[in-house]
């Protein structure tokens, strides 16, 4: 089966890409999630739209990344959720509420994609997560969860 990538999959692509995958894998796992659309050739116009925002947000050089990391390394995030008087949360922080978290900081625009968490964030306090730039930087922030 023949395929044009709509988002990044570990081992296969990056966005905009024309793969070809075993018919089960596309039908079952790719399309119905909308990393993939099926290969036609109008739907080749379509890929160079996906190229062109690709282009538009992704990290030029390391140099840029590693300049990045120590624009984000350097903000001071803090993330209000509703908890209880114990100091829990209800519910758990997720990638997006990092990301809006760090827009409203001042940080750059990140892909939710790229935040890597250790271990849920189900608590009132300052947690440690990690925000994947690139293969080889990675950018470390300290968000601060209170109490809304």
Same mark, same amino acid.
């Given at each position: 089966?023949?395929?044009?990538?709509?988002?990044?999959?570990?081992?296969?692509?990056?966005?905009?890409?024309?793969?070809?995958?075993?018919?089960?894998?596309?039908?079952?796992?790719?399309?119905?999630?909308?990393?993939?659309?099926?290969?036609?050739?109008? %739907?080749? *116009?379509?890929?160079? #739209?996906?190229?062109?925002?690709?282009? @538009?947000? =992704? $990290?030029?050089?390391?140099?840029? +990344?590693?300049?990045?990391?120590?624009?984000?390394?350097?903000?001071?995030?803090?993330?209000?959720?509703?908890?209880?008087?114990?100091?829990?949360?209800?519910?758990?922080?997720?990638?997006?509420?990092?990301?809006? %978290?760090? *827009?409203?900081?001042? #940080?750059?625009?990140?892909?939710?994609? @790229?935040? =890597? $968490?250790?271990?849920?964030?189900? +608590?009132?306090?300052?947690?440690?997560?990690?925000?994947?730039?690139?293969?080889?930087?990675?950018?470390?922030?300290?968000?601060?969860?209170?109490?809304?």
């Amino acid at each position: 089966m023949k395929l044009i990538l709509t988002a990044p999959v570990d081992h296969l692509g990056i966005p905009g890409e024309i793969v070809e995958v075993k018919d089960g894998y596309g039908r079952n796992y790719l399309l119905p999630r909308g990393f993939a659309i099926k290969w036609t050739r109008g %739907a080749e *116009k379509q890929i160079e #739209g996906i190229k062109r925002a690709r282009d @538009a947000r =992704e $990290i030029r050089s390391i140099d840029h +990344a590693k300049e990045i990391r120590t624009q984000l390394e350097a903000l001071t995030v803090s993330l209000p959720a509703n908890a209880g008087d114990n100091g829990k949360l209800f519910g758990a922080v997720t990638p997006a509420d990092i990301v809006l %978290a760090v *827009k409203k900081a001042g #940080g750059p625009a990140v892909d939710k994609r @790229a935040v =890597e $968490i250790a271990k849920p964030i189900k +608590a009132v306090g300052t947690h440690t997560v990690g925000l994947k730039l690139t293969s080889g930087v990675v950018a470390h922030i300290d968000v601060n969860v209170v109490s809304a």
